[in-house]
């Protein structure tokens, strides 16, 4: 039997949708892997210490890569707040790569702009941190900043 | 009944290839597949699957038909893989479930209108071959 047009043009159809299909799937399988790992990193604070309002507080900051992929820590923002008062805040930018099961400690110091709203206030002081990591999993796609939640430190 | 099972193949065909070919020239996972497929090919994609379709199918009331099929599977299939994440990760499922009902309904639209310039250019090519009349 011999092919016909028709023929020719449903098999070129169903290389087209190979292709195109496995495209998709094999995408679609990293955004979800992508997401995975920004969803399992663990954040943590281990360092709070609050001296007074002229000195920074200075903190030390976790970040713990408990997946099988490759992650680099672009940046690390923390604000802080008293509060709800946004009274300062500080930066890291380690640009470290973590490997599976690998930590990044950061000591970062949190300047305090509102000097005197913290003196005005009365203790215990209500202290509040929330921020953001930066994180690049593949170099192909944009690094994806993951917040954290905002924790509070009785004093 | 053997035309209604090439109909049903070429549908689910065409509604791969569409999804595909909408996938891989978006932002989102455009930079995630292997095979990198340029923006600029989205179009002329998408008018070489309603061409496909319509020449596989034959006749016209049929590949309309399909061709709608396939725009309906086709931006859903697309849609799922955008929202892919938001099924293990709750955090960002709302995000994601809002941004997948956005660009499906876009690519809808885009698999409609240019599948439908991809059948009048099969319906040309027929008549160039002698099969079809304008």
Redesign the interface.
Known sequence: MRPT??DL??L???V??V??????????S???T???T??RLELSLSRFQYTSPDVPVETEFIVTNPTSQRVTILAIELRLKLGVHDIGGGEARPGTVLERGESLSTPIDLAINDKTYVRRATAPLDWRISGRVQVRL?P???PVWVPFVVRYLPE | MRSLA?LV??V???S??N???V??TTT????????Y?GDLWLLP?LI??GT??S????DIARSALGLVAAAILGST??G???A??GF??P??RVTLLDRATNFGLLALLMCLLFGLAGMVLAWIIEAA?GRRQL
Not at chain 1, 19 to 28: D, E, Q, Y
Not at chain 2, 55 to 58: F, N, S, T
């Open positions: 047009g028709r043009a449903l070129l159809l169903a087209l949708a292709l195109a299909g496995a495209n998709m799937v094999a995408a679609s990293r955004f979800v992508a997401y995975e920004y969803d593949n192909a796609i944009d | 090439r193949v070429a689910l065909l065409a791969v290839a999804a595909g070919i996938a891989s989102d996972l455009r930079d995630l597949t292997p095979v497929v994609g070489l699957v496909l379709l020449l596989a199918v034959g299939l697309f799922l893989a955008i892919a994440p293990s990760v955090g960002v071959l």
